[in-house]
């Protein structure tokens, strides 16, 4: 068929010629598709405004041989008013767009989880659920862990030790017993530790009333973890308000 219709979130816009732009998605069935919006960039567009990224839409294509065409587009949330209106907001949803993005890279390959996932995080960030950074980083460890990376939070990650354990190594899959630990592990807070996997299983009950000092080493983990994961760092990342 060479028309067909998906849900998807909207990763990243980029130019083409003077009025089109190829828009990146992440879709509920087919995955991360691109495709081109012609003439949405002319005030006379009728669909260009629900093509900013961040926001939730049902979309319908036209199958192209390199690129897609965008056909129709109607929105589902725009997530992406909200978020846009805050620098904070806007700095970590960049992130986590960035994240879906290179953990679903293989184009049309179908991620329904990392889709549901991204979603999930949106709506949280765009409604102020939670701290933006406790979404930013309980969005990140579940991505990983969708992708077959979850950090062990408890536990050894290399001998299965029951913990709870002061060492974690990204390299090594997370928590180290004493045994296990080697060179160059961090030694972070018990309670740091026993933020990661609130953040990792959605324990938002115990997450919500952790203090500042523990975000922030968190973060620091998952950052380190991530980098690890994706062999490379995400710029994004950088540009992320900490609060």
């Excluded at 805050?86 to 992130?95: E, I, K």
Aim: hydrophobic share 40%; proline share 4%; net charge positive.
């Amino acid at each position: 068929m060479k028309l067909y219709r998906d849900e998807a979130v909207v990763l990243r816009t980029h130019k083409l010629g003077e009025a089109d732009r190829i828009i990146t998605l992440l879709t509920r069935e087919h995955g991360q598709v691109r495709a081109v919006a012609k003439g949405v960039r002319r005030t006379t567009s009728k669909f260009g405004a629900r093509l900013e990224p961040f926001g939730i839409v049902d979309v319908q294509l036209h199958l192209g041989r390199n690129l897609d065409t965008i056909t129709q587009v109607d929105t589902l949330a725009p997530y992406g008013r909200a978020i846009c209106a805050d620098y904070s907001l806007y700095t970590t949803a960049t992130a986590m767009v960035e994240t879906a993005g290179r953990l679903t890279e293989i184009e049309r390959e179908p991620a329904p989880q990392q889709y549901l996932l991204l979603i999930g995080a949106l709506h949280a960030l765009a409604t102020r659920r939670h701290a933006a950074s406790l979404v930013l980083d309980s969005y990140l460890l579940r991505a990983l862990a969708v992708a077959g990376w979850a950090p062990s939070c408890y536990d050894c990650a290399q001998c299965g030790a029951e913990g709870p354990h002061r060492a974690f190594n990204p390299a090594l899959g997370g928590a180290l017993c004493d045994s296990c630990r080697v060179p160059g592990s961090a030694a972070p807070d018990r309670e740091t530790v026993a933020l990661l996997g609130a953040l990792l299983s959605g324990d938002w009950a115990r997450a919500d009333l952790s203090d500042p000092r523990q975000r922030k080493e968190a973060s620091g983990l998952v950052a380190a973890y991530l980098q690890w994961h994706l062999e490379r760092q995400l710029r994004s990342l950088r540009m992320v308000e900490r609060a």
